[in-house]
Every structure is written in C-alpha cells, then in structure tokens.
C-alpha cells in the first residue's frame, strides 16, 4: 500500500467551480508557494514558489483555464465519434462498409450491415467483383456485391459451418461480426483489428496480391 503523501494538502486546498484544486502558501513573504491539482489527480500538477502574489495569481489562472480548455477539448472530439442522431441515419440495413488493409498487398474487404440498434451495428461480409477492364500484374479494381454473403467455412478445416461438427474450430467470412459506430467529423466508420473501415463511397477499389 502507497502513503499518499499528498492528502493533507489537498484537504486543505480551495476547489475552483471547474475541479482544479489550488492550495496557496505564504508562509514565506520572499517565496510565495502554491500547489494545483487536476479534480482527480492525486500528484499535484505542478508545485512553484514565486516572488510576487501577481505572478502567483496569474500562474494558477493559467493552469485553471488550461484544465477547462482541455477538458471541453476532449468533450468535443468524444462528441464527434458518437455522432449526432442525424449521422447515425446515415447507416442502415444494406449499408456498405469497405476495409482496404495490407502492407505487402492490398487487401479489400467489403461488409454489409445487416442489422443496426441505436449505435451498435451487426455486419457480414460479403463477395466481391472485378470491374472488366481493370485487370493487371496480380492486381484489379473490384465493387461490392449487394447481399451476396459469404459463407462461414471452418479456419482449420474449410468446411462450411452447416457441415461442420466441432464447435470449437473458429469460424470466418459468414460470421456476423457487433461492431459500434463512431463518427470522425459526420462520417461512420468502425474500427477493425486491421484499420479501421469507412463507408464504400461506390468507387472500385483497387487490390493487389502475390501468387
């Protein structure tokens, strides 16, 4: 168990409208002391001796407004990721969410929302199609395809999972993955183990990969 050394202190210390706790010392009149605390820290933010009762004033003003910008600054952006109800309609069953990922390749993923209950979604992945024309070196330019799921096959054995016996063996494509909606400035996407996943804007994508 740690002492907290600090607890007498901020017992003492004056509590500002936003949190911040200030505690003064003028104990000595050549070294005026003060210590400031943010609402839940226990170590005080900072700990300064000044000349003047001034500069003291104006050194605790600033770390006040500092915590208050700060702290509406975080608001803001926490509001921007959940989005507005308005942003949240944008999303619906059939919506398309498009995953390009991969270092030495690239990856394209297409999923489809299949059901949405306020801001969490559930998506499943869906085939895609090659746009004639684009085809190159191991690479071409490919769309989603509309409700066309992918079925579930076994990661160890390739089974499809209406074959399969063993519920322990994993299960990819045709699984429904829960994922919760956030908002970067109005527009949706979901965060993915690799990257995140943003809305298709009904663009072909290009993919690439090595034989």
């Known amino acids: 168990m740690r002492y907290d050394v600090w607890m007498e202190d901020r017992d003492r210390a004056e509590v500002c409208p936003n949190g911040v706790k200030v505690l003064r010392d003028d104990g000595d009149p050549k070294r005026l002391g003060a210590k400031v605390w943010f609402p839940k820290a226990i170590k005080p933010f900072w700990d300064y001796k ?87 070196f191991m690479s071409d330019r490919c769309v989603p395809v509309k409700d066309a799921f992918l079925e579930a096959r076994c990661d160890d054995c390739g089974l499809r999972e209406s074959l399969h016996m063993k519920a322990e063996h994993a299960f990819r494509d045709g699984t429904a993955l829960t994922k919760r909606l956030q908002f970067s400035d109005g527009a949706p996407y979901l965060s993915m183990g690799n990257g995140w996943c943003g809305l298709w804007d009904g663009t072909p994508h290009h993919r690439s990969w090595y034989a």
């Open 50 to 136: 000044f000349n003047t009762v001034e500069a003291r004033e104006r050194a605790i003003a600033h770390a006040v407004e500092f915590y208050t910008a700060r702290t509406n600054s975080v608001r803001e952006r926490r509001a921007k990721r959940a989005g507005s109800d308005a942003d949240l309609e944008k999303v619906s069953y059939g919506t398309i969410f498009c995953n390009s990922w991969g270092y030495e390749q690239t990856n394209v993923d297409f999923y489809q929302v299949v059901e949405r209950r306020g801001r969490v979604v559930k998506l499943r992945r869906i085939a895609t199609s090659t746009v004639p024309g684009s085809e190159g």
